[in-house]
């Protein structure tokens, strides 16, 4: 799969062979010219990496990172920076909310080249982690899942049933039946299966 970069960077000459060498290399590429473009571009398209100057008037990298961090959660940062934002780079690495720094100007492309496939990867990592984490749809009744819920909360069947005003049978059997269809073996897998796929 293709990795799909936002170039931001307002020096227009070296956006266009930084975004030039970066096609070249076999990305694909999406420019900005500075940080309020950047977030128009990526509420309507999807990017695996923002490769962001840091220091550019108006709509900084700083800025850009704060809104990615609240509106992209996942999205990985890589900054451009000169010896006059160093600290800024540093710190924003540290506190986790970029993924990492590359100084200009650019000499070790290959190095380059080797964040940018890092970062996308982390950024394809936690868009599918925050896929597995939403609730999947279950095949169960909705008894069945009061019945899965009061199993998580560590009541016997007995118990189960009187809470429901059921038989303590009928219980069994729903049970049966549930494991069945979930495809697991017994009351724990049933729990733990329940809490994974947000059913309980």
């Given at each position: ?166 038989s303590e049978k009928t219980v069994r059997n729903r049970l049966s039946q549930l ?16 809490r994974e796929r947000g059913w309980i």
């Open positions: 799969m293709t990795i799909r970069i936002l170039l931001v960077e307002d020096d227009a000459l070296f956006r266009g062979t930084l975004g030039d060498w970066l096609e070249r290399a076999g990305y694909e590429v999406a420019r900005a010219p500075e940080g309020a473009t950047a977030l128009t571009l990526l509420r309507e398209r999807s990017f695996d990496v923002v490769v962001t100057d840091l220091a550019m008037p108006e709509f900084g990298g700083l800025q850009l990172l704060d809104a990615i961090c609240e509106e992209f959660p996942g999205l990985q940062v890589v900054f451009l920076t000169g010896q006059a934002t160093l600290d800024v780079a540093i710190v924003a690495l540290r506190e986790g909310r970029a993924f990492d720094f590359v100084r200009k100007p650019l000499r070790d492309l290959s190095g380059f080249r080797q964040t940018i496939e890092k970062a996308a990867h982390r950024t394809q990592d936690r868009r599918r982690e925050a896929v597995r984490l939403v609730p999947q749809a279950s095949p169960l009744a909705e008894r069945d899942l009061d019945i899965l819920r009061l199993l998580g909360a560590g009541l016997e069947n007995q118990a189960i049933a009187d809470r429901l005003s059921l494991y069945d269809r979930v495809g697991v073996e017994n009351r724990t897998q049933a729990v733990l299966l329940g």
